[in-house]
Structures are given as structure tokens and as C-alpha cells.
């Protein structure tokens, strides 16, 4: 067989699997995830039973809901878009955050967040084609929305706890959506 012809096969037939290939790093994101979780958790106080304010965001429930049946490169995407989305709000609105956090444990939380999950997620969002760019709109659009609710709250430490909490819920879901791969 000629040479050309044998490595464009290679090359179709070792592409087929790519996701798998790319992101071997998904597989350590359960335990990154949990320490992010714990650290969430441990920086503040109790904010599972905070009531939700009027004005607050809706969940992105349906955002998970849609993103869990799409294929699994477009689950790479979404675990990507949205660990962006959680580190640019935190780093957005630094100097505005409650001075009642553990600063320790925040830091900790952001290095995790930023250098062990974005970028891992973002060699392998790089390798998979993008997808699912109305569900990404809608992701932005939420995160969005948190921000003027921060803004309109004047960052005050109750809204901060919100926001916590928030973050909380959409670790989870990224945590179960990242098992699905």
C-alpha cells in the first residue's frame, strides 16, 4: 500500500476516538472537582438553606438537562464554556467579594479552578470540534445574569453566599456530566 494512502488511514481510523484520546484528563476531573466542592463548602459558612431572592437567576437546569443527551464532545465543550464561566465570575468581581470567606480557601479554590480544571478542559475542548453554541449562549447568558444580580446587590455578603451556592450546584452538575463521558 502506498505510504500516502496508509497514513491518511491511520489518521481517519486513530480520529474516530478522538474525544477518548484528547481528553484522558477527564478522568482525574471527579477528584479535582471534590476538592473544588470541598473548598467551596469550607471557605464560608452554611448556604445550603439560603432562601432564593426575588431577582435571582432561574437555575440552568435545562442548560444540564440538554447538554447530558448531546454527544460527548459537545459535553467537553459545555464542561469547558462553563468552568470559564465560573472562573471569569470569580475573577471578575475579586475586589467586590464578601471579606468573611476564608481567603486561604478561596485561593486554594480559584488555583484549582483555574490551572488544574480550565486549562486541562481547555487543551481538550481545543481538540474536539465546538459545538452546541446556542446551549454556550444560553450558559453566558446565565452567568450573565449572576453578575448583575452581584451589581444590583451591591456584592453584598448575602448575595455572595447566593452565588456560592450557585456555584455549588453547577460543580455538581459538571461532575455528573463529566462521569457520563
Not at 60 to 76: C, E, H, R
Not at 108 to 132: E, S, T
Not at 139 to 168: A, G, I, P
Request: hydrophobic content about 40%; glycine content about 4%; overall charge positive.
Amino acid at each position: 500500500m502506498d505510504p500516502k494512502y496508509m497514513l491518511i488511514c491511520l489518521f481517519l481510523f486513530s480520529g474516530a476516538d478522538i474525544a477518548d484520546s484528547a481528553c484522558k484528563w477527564i478522568q482525574m476531573y471527579g477528584r479535582v472537582n471534590a476538592e473544588c466542592l470541598n473548598l467551596l463548602k469550607e471557605m464560608g459558612g452554611d448556604f445550603r438553606f439560603l432562601p432564593m431572592p426575588r431577582g435571582y437567576p432561574a437555575r440552568a437546569s435545562a442548560l444540564y438537562d440538554a447538554v447530558n443527551k448531546a454527544k460527548t464532545d459537545d459535553k467537553i465543550t459545555f464542561l469547558y464554556e462553563a468552568t470559564r464561566q465560573i472562573v471569569n465570575l470569580f475573577e471578575k468581581n475579586r475586589s467586590n467579594m464578601t471579606d468573611t470567606w476564608n481567603k486561604t480557601k478561596l485561593d486554594n479554590l480559584l488555583n484549582i479552578l483555574y490551572h488544574r480544571q480550565y486549562k486541562n478542559l481547555q487543551d481538550c475542548a481545543a481538540q474536539v470540534p465546538a459545538g452546541m453554541s446556542r446551549l454556550r449562549k444560553q450558559l453566558r447568558r446565565h452567568f450573565r445574569k449572576v453578575n448583575s444580580f452581584l451589581r444590583k446587590t451591591n456584592y453584598s455578603q448575602e448575595s455572595w453566599e447566593l452565588v456560592r451556592k450557585e456555584v455549588e450546584r453547577h460543580l455538581r452538575r459538571l461532575l455528573f456530566l463529566a462521569s457520563s463521558l
